[in-house]
């Protein structure tokens, strides 16, 4: 199955035959010896199970990317994420190159370009969407190695949450249509993420108990119509207690907006949009109530965590109010809203410190007893 033999022109060629019957490769070399190296590497490679067809990476990326993509268990949301990401910052560059083609050095003058036009997090996304398809092609045997390996990309500055006053909250309420008024409390008083607020229904309030389920979120994408789906993630399925004044809230929108499907929709009664509530109702109210452009219905969330933790909860009981898959995430985003006391911490160390520092200064001088 594989041979080494002279060359006319002095070189030697090296053929092998990976299965009986199938394609032969032959690689030139200027000596023997590296004829027969390289045919020792070919045979491991087979034996051990890590052998790689050099055919098998003339497919494209693009062309692999999609049976990739095709491939994945992504929700619908996050899969039409990975499209845009693949088409709009790697198909234009890479696309059209060959998987055994694309080189560690690409890969990184692709990050280098994305550098300038993006933000570091953005670039850190798409990396991480190529990186994983080359590894599914290393998987699947297509090349040896990923050139995805050991690419430097742009540090991330993660910015601290700087919770929205209550001032901000009430001005922003006031300043949204009355329509819309509940939502901007809800989302204040629970910390319900804008998809989970926006597919609040009717029957996920226990007005009763003064609590309300949360298994659902409202998904709008832009070729289909809204639908409810599973939320985040499955912490994020959680019952979460309504403040009273949110139960006011609520039972006064219904009383004036009555429905048995969702709690809040457009005029015309059907599902919110995000992106159409975004322009012509969240915008609007961030402007008119005087608040940076940068205020985003998020923010609503981080304030409902930063008054959890100013009146004293406990982390894991702000980990279940938000839906958080772990504490270690509640902590990463707002540990630096819990209260921290310098004296405390003199105090901590001195009690136990100072007593063994004060019998040793004895020991050595009697005179202090």
Known sequence: MASISRRPNGTWQARYRAAPGGPQRSRVFTRK?????????????????QYVDPAAGRQTVREYAEQWRAAQVHRPTTAAHVETMLRRHVYPSLGDRQL????????????????????????GVVHRILSAVFKAAVRDRRIIASPCTGT??????????????????????????ERYRALVTLAAGTGLRQGEALGLTVDRIDFLRRQLTVDRQLVTMPDRAPYLAPPKTQASVRVVP??????????????EWPSDGFVFTTDLGNP????????????????????????TFHGLRHFYASLLIRHGESIKTVQARLGHASASETLDTYSHLWPDSDDRTRAAVDAVLAPAAEEHLRNEDPRRT
Not at 33 to 49: H, K, P
Not at 153 to 176: C, G, M, N, W, Y
Not at 245 to 251: F, G, P, S, T
């Open 33 to 49: 010896v590296d004829a027969q190296r390289w045919l020792d590497e070919v045979r491991a490679s087979i034996v051990t199970g």
């Open 100 to 123: 055994s083609a694309v080189l560690p050095s690409d890969v990184q003058a692709l990050v280098q370009r994305l550098s300038k036009t993006l933000a570091p997090g953005t670039v």
């Open 152 to 177: 430097r990309l742009p540090k991330v500055h993660k910015q601290r949450i700087e919770p929205l006053s209550i001032e901000a909250v009430r001005a922003l309420t006031d300043a949204v249509p």
């Open 242 to 255: 309504l403040p009273q004044v949110v139960v006011d809230a609520l039972a006064a929108h219904l009383a």
């Open 272 to 295: 919110i949009r995000r992106t159409a509530f975004s322009a012509t109702v969240w915008r609007p109210a961030v402007r008119a109530a005087g608040l940076d452009d940068s205020v």
